[in-house]
């Protein structure tokens, strides 16, 4: 919004813009019928219902910490897999000494039944 005066401060021409609107320019009329209304100003906290926030593009530095979370996981991932298969190998290995201690046991318990008749 423009206003021009002459010398003794009487308003001559007024400019007013709004947007894509078209303006007024150089119109003349008498002082005292001018009224100039400034624009209102549009909150800026709140968007339209279709409109979006602006999302940030992604950096080099964002994909390296990405890539950084993803080796963290990796290495976390092969670490209880490595501990998993030393449990698995353990427990095999246990189950086989137990069923030989068991099949042990069990030959000595025969040998010391009576023999049925």
């Known amino acids: ?7 003794k401060g ?4 007024t400019k007013y813009t709004t947007g894509e609107c078209t303006y ?17 100003e ?3 906290s709140t968007m339209a219902v279709g409109e979006t ?5 992604k950096t080099m530095a964002d994909l390296e910490k990405e ?3 993803q080796h ?4 976390f991932l092969e670490a209880c897999q490595r501990v998993q298969s030393r449990c698995i190998t353990y ?9 030989h201690d068991s099949t042990a046991i069990k030959e000595r318990v025969k040998a010391l039944e009576h023999p049925k008749k």
């Open 72 to 75: 963290t996981i990796k290495a």
């Open 24 to 40: 007024f320019e150089g119109v003349r009329i008498h002082p005292s019928k001018v009224k100039s209304i400034p624009p209102k």
């Open 53 to 57: 926030p602006w999302k940030r593009r």
């Open 91 to 99: 427990g095999d290995t246990r189950m086989v000494t137990l069923e």
């Open 42 to 44: 549009s909150p800026k």
């Open 67 to 69: 890539l950084a979370e």
């Open 1 to 7: 919004m423009g206003v021009k005066t002459n010398k």
């Open 10 to 13: 009487e308003v001559i021409c």
